[in-house]
């Protein structure tokens, strides 16, 4: 995998700060709404409304003919959901809301994984323990580590909770494209280390890993991502900047 690796300006980086605080207030907001009664259609309105009244363009609307803000992934469905109005939360659901924003050029990207209380304890330590698998993974972070070595530790951080990773679905770097070198893979491929990253380097990691076995399947609308085996699916995603002594959340 040759893969040039953008390092980013004092500039640029200045406006993925900008842009990532908005998504993140918007995916704060959003994330508030989520009660048993209220549909998906209606998260992605607000978001919608939310980030074109700051100026900030959804930069999944239009993605390869993606029709809306965000990707709200219920239980099983993994990613790429479509927010629909008869997906409505109940008691029990737990929900990754996604959404990618451009600000000046420059996108960020970011994932909020919510549940909808009274949950079970299986729902309950899913998000917890992605928090902190999120949170692990950040903390390894720094100037001078391996790509290789990031994706093994994340691997590590999902299996040592017992969960298995979706082989498919990866992280990546991100800037003036939404998907831009490398990709962040949430597993460590081969034996070597990989392209080494340095500090000015913006990465949106996301961990995305199952209950269950870790296989997926694609349906019918050729976007929404589910479990093969209907087991529970977490993604959890920050971007994020590489600095001289760790990172900085842009999101
Ligand atoms: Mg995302
Ligand atoms: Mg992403």
């Given at each position: 995998m040759n893969q040039q690796i953008a390092i980013k300006t004092q500039a640029e980086i200045e406006i993925m700060r900008e842009g990532g605080k908005i998504l993140h207030e918007c995916l704060q907001l959003t994330a508030d709404m989520v009660k048993p009664g209220v549909s998906t259609y209606e998260l992605d309105k607000f978001a919608e409304d939310f980030l074109r009244k700051h100026?900030?363009?959804?930069?999944?609307?239009?993605?390869?003919?993606?029709?809306?803000t965000l990707c709200t992934s219920v239980n099983e469905q993994v990613v790429h959901t479509i927010p629909t109005k008869t997906q409505i939360l109940k008691p029990g659901d737990i929900i990754s809301i996604d959404c990618g924003a451009v600000h000046k050029k420059m996108h960020t990207d970011s994932t909020v994984l919510v549940g909808v209380h009274p949950l079970s304890n299986q729902a309950d330590s899913l998000i917890k323990n992605s928090e902190d698998i999120l949170d692990s993974t950040l903390n390894f972070i720094r100037d001078g580590i391996y790509l290789n070595d990031l994706s093994e530790h994340i691997e590590k951080q999902i299996h040592r909770h017992g969960y298995n990773v979706v082989q498919e679905l990866t992280g990546h770097g991100i800037g003036y494209k939404l998907h831009e070198p490398p990709h962040v893979l949430n597993y460590k491929e081969g034996t070597g280390r990989g392209p080494q990253l340095k500090a000015g380097t913006t990465l949106a990691i996301e961990p995305i890993f199952t209950t269950g076995n870790g296989r997926i399947q694609t349906l019918h609308d050729k976007w929404t991502i589910v479990t093969a085996d209907g087991s529970l699916a977490s993604q959890i995603e920050h971007t994020i900047l590489i600095t001289e002594d760790g990172y900085e959340i842009l999101t």
């Open positions: 100026d900030v363009v959804p930069s999944f609307k239009g993605y390869h003919g993606f029709p809306a």
